[in-house]
């Protein structure tokens, strides 16, 4: 089992960066497929990117493409998206996932996760 949680969100200006952390607890963090989603108010949990387990992979979402990085540092049980050039619409809750036995890679589905973290609030001001 793994404990997520995140930090890192607030309140930024379009164009302004952020990063986010996800930090998770236990000895096999680095057994995990990891995924960032997000909800904005009034919409489903959307997916943002994937990581594996190792790191060598990593797949994202056409609207955050090229602007939002996932990264890894299994040393430090730790999972991070860099997202730069925000925009307005990038406003929601962030939540880290975990899942140890995946089924399909990437995994796009948010009931394809099994360890969920409590989210963090990003607000981009126009």
């Known amino acids: 089992q793994v404990q997520l949680v995140e930090s890192g969100g607030g309140l930024v200006q379009a164009g302004g960066s952020l990063r986010l952390s996800c930090a998770a607890s236990g000895r096999t963090f680095s057994s995990y497929a990891m995924g960032w989603f997000r909800q904005a108010p009034g919409k489903e949990r959307e997916f943002v990117a994937a990581?594996?387990?190792?790191?060598?992979?990593?797949y994202y979402a056409d609207s955050v493409k090229g602007r939002f990085t996932i990264s890894r540092d299994n040393a430090k049980n730790t999972v991070y998206l860099q997202m730069n050039s925000l925009k307005p619409e990038d406003t929601a809750v962030y939540y880290c996932?975990?899942?140890?036995?995946?089924?399909?890679?990437?995994?796009?589905?948010?009931?394809?996760?099994?360890?969920w973290g409590q989210g963090t609030q990003v607000t981009v001001s126009s």
């Open positions: 990581i594996s387990w190792s790191g060598g992979d990593t």
């Open positions: 996932a975990a899942v140890l036995n995946i089924r399909r890679w990437p995994a796009l589905q948010h009931t394809e996760y099994d360890y």
